[in-house]
């Protein structure tokens, strides 16, 4: 695209040029008109002035030949004088060839003959590449004869070649004069306005950072000033959009419940992250597609038609089947309306309260184990108390045998209470670990020391691989020495009289690897993400018969994750079952 600068140039200059050529012609013809009557008048001057001289000398009879030469080298003409019959009795020009001469002979009787026929006759003649101008001698009034003065033409176009080149060089001059003074003014006041143009290009484009100089104080000023202020309005407004945009996808992306967009027509248009992995979709095959054919889930279909038609906000929980397991959804749908109460379309947000579900069964669950088992030792007490205020305490034996059963449901009373209360420490925000270094193969053989009257009850065999007796770890010894109490007296318990128990200790690189494995009765696969719960037992009478509170794995779960480690299960029903606890060597600081 030509520059408007270049067009305006252009078109300056091309209007200078015209108006130059046209004022060098006018300029020529007046300068030519004026130098041509300027040299007949010297001509007539001239002839008059020897007309004059010859006249008051005494006419034709006392010509002085030599005084007319001398005139004639002094005017730089040639001089001709004839008498009233065109013969010629002077003529400054004699010298010439005989072809000339016998010319101009011929061009001064024409001229005679003419004057005769015709006093009005113009005394200017031109011919031959001369220029004659004549005049009659009279003496004593009576015509005598006639004097002519001669020119080249040459002259004269010499003369007016030199006012054609005064003129061009002048107008040449004149021209490129203009044409600097030209380009610097239009440069002047066409540069603001081509950088005013290329900011608003720049802005259209949406770079709001563009910007143009104001070193002007007229109107180009101005409009660069407006440019920028402009384009700051702009570019402020484009961030603030930008921010606003931003905040409002990052809340969109972060706010933790699923979210879908649909618009008037039934389209969806946005879904977030949330709902992406909630619901493991792909968003090129869900985006810009009817509801109804990318939505599998018919409650969700109903739910949004139900807006689409009563224009009203609706909230309603339902469980949906994602893959293989069933979740708790409460969905919130709103319809969206603009101003003019334009209808744009509807909001699903997707709450997921699964975990809430599960919370809320766990504590009933809690509260009716707790009950029943504060409930079983309690009410045992009770009875037996009663039993004996009735009377049975004079009965020596059985006085005995019902204060042991008291003591030892308030035993197990005692225990279930002490667990509940670990299990609440543990589980406080502000629970801390006494960390110190302790000997793995010393902790685990404290602990068999004190389980070992209980395992020979049940004549339970015992492998201890203590190939790793010097390996220590950081952790909190009383803790630790928790966990491996509970997970060796299950193994005791759940292994029938005759069983085998094997404990290995592996040294990793990073962890020590601690392997309790038994010949048990075992664990169902179903069964094994649940033996972490609160009072969950494998086999509930054989658990509360053997004075189990239920809380034992809670309690171990919860500590080995304080101590940053890891618990794994593998079970075999009728087989046996594997603990393997992973600890970290270096306690995370």
């Known amino acids: 695209m030509t520059k408007y600068r270049t067009r305006l140039l252009v078109g300056l200059i091309s209007l200078i040029i015209i108006v130059l050529l046209g004022l060098g012609l006018v300029l020529g013809q007046l300068f030519k008109t004026y130098y041509l009557n300027t040299f007949h008048e010297r001509l007539k001057k001239e002839t008059e002035m020897l007309s004059v001289y010859i006249e008051e ?26 008498d009233d019959n065109a013969n010629v009795l002077v003529d400054t020009g004699a010298a010439a060839d005989s072809a000339t001469i016998e010319l101009h002979r011929e061009v001064i009787r024409d001229i005679v003959l003419e004057g005769k026929k015709d006093n009005d006759t113009e005394k200017f003649f031109s011919r031959a590449e001369q220029q004659y101008y004549w005049e009659p001698l009279s003496l004593n009034g009576d015509k005598e004869g006639y004097i002519f003065l001669t020119t080249k033409i040459s002259e004269l176009r010499n003369a007016y070649s030199q006012i054609w080149w005064i003129l061009s060089i002048s107008l040449g001059l004149a021209l490129a004069i203009i044409i600097l003074l030209g380009t610097k003014i239009a440069s002047r006041y066409t540069k603001p306005i081509e950088a005013a143009t290329n900011v608003a290009i720049e802005l259209a484009k949406g770079n709001y950072r563009a910007r143009t100089y104001e070193d002007h104080i007229d109107e180009t000023g101005m409009l660069s000033a407006s440019i920028n202020i402009l384009a ?11 921010m606003q945009q931003d905040r409002l996808s990052t809340l969109i992306e972060n706010m933790g419940s699923g979210l879908i967009l649909i618009d008037s027509r039934g389209y969806i248009n946005l879904i977030n992250r949330p709902y992406k992995e909630l619901f493991n979709v792909n968003p090129a095959e869900y985006l810009y597609r009817l509801y109804h054919e990318v939505i599998q889930h018919q409650e969700i279909s109903s739910l949004i038609e139900e807006i689409f038609m009563t224009e009203q906000k609706t909230r309603k929980q339902t469980v949906l089947s994602l893959s293989i397991e069933r979740r708790y959804f409460e969905v919130y749908g709103a319809p969206i309306i603009g101003t003019n109460n334009v209808w744009k379309g509807v909001l699903l947000v997707f709450h997921d309260i699964t975990e809430l579900k599960k919370l809320e069964q766990m504590r009933k669950d809690f509260v009716a184990n707790v009950s029943h088992e504060l409930k079983t030792p309690i009410t045992s007490i009770k009875g037996f108390s009663e039993t004996l205020l009735d009377g049975a305490m004079h009965d020596q034996k059985a006085l005995e045998a019902f204060l ?8 197990r009373l005692q225990s279930l209470i002490q667990d509940l209360l670990d299990l609440s420490k543990i589980e406080q925000h502000g629970f801390k670990l006494v960390v110190a270094e302790l000997n793995v193969h010393e902790q685990i053989s404290d602990v068999l020391t004190m389980l070992k009257g209980k395992m020979d009850e049940k004549d339970i065999r015992l492998d201890f691989n203590d190939g790793n007796s010097s390996l220590s770890i950081e952790g909190d010894p009383d803790r630790l020495k928790q966990v491996f109490i509970n997970i060796i007296n299950n193994a005791i318990n759940y292994t029938p009289s005759g069983g085998n128990i094997s404990i290995t200790i592996l040294n990793q690189q990073k962890h020590v690897a601690v392997l309790v494995k038994d010949t048990g009765i075992g664990i169902e696969r179903d069964e094994i993400p649940r033996i972490f719960e609160r009072f969950y037992r494998v086999d509930k009478a054989r658990t509360r018969n053997s004075g189990g509170t239920g809380l034992g794995l809670a309690i171990v779960k919860h500590i080995i994750e304080a101590h940053k480690g890891s618990i794994e299960v593998n079970s075999e029903v009728g087989k046996g079952t594997v603990f393997t606890i992973k600890l970290l060597k270096q306690f995370p600081g």
């Not at 000398?57 to 004839?82: C, F, K, Y």
């Not at 700051?232 to 930008?242: D, G, P, T």
């Not at 042991?404 to 035993?411: A, D, G, V």
């Open 232 to 242: 700051r309005n702009l570019q402020e407004l484009v961030k603030s959009h930008e």
């Open 404 to 411: 042991s059963i008291i003591l030892k449901e308030s035993n």
């Open 57 to 82: 000398d005494g006419g034709l009879s006392t010509l002085n030949r030599q005084e007319i030469s001398s005139m004639a080298e002094i005017l730089n003409a040639r001089i001709t004088i004839s």
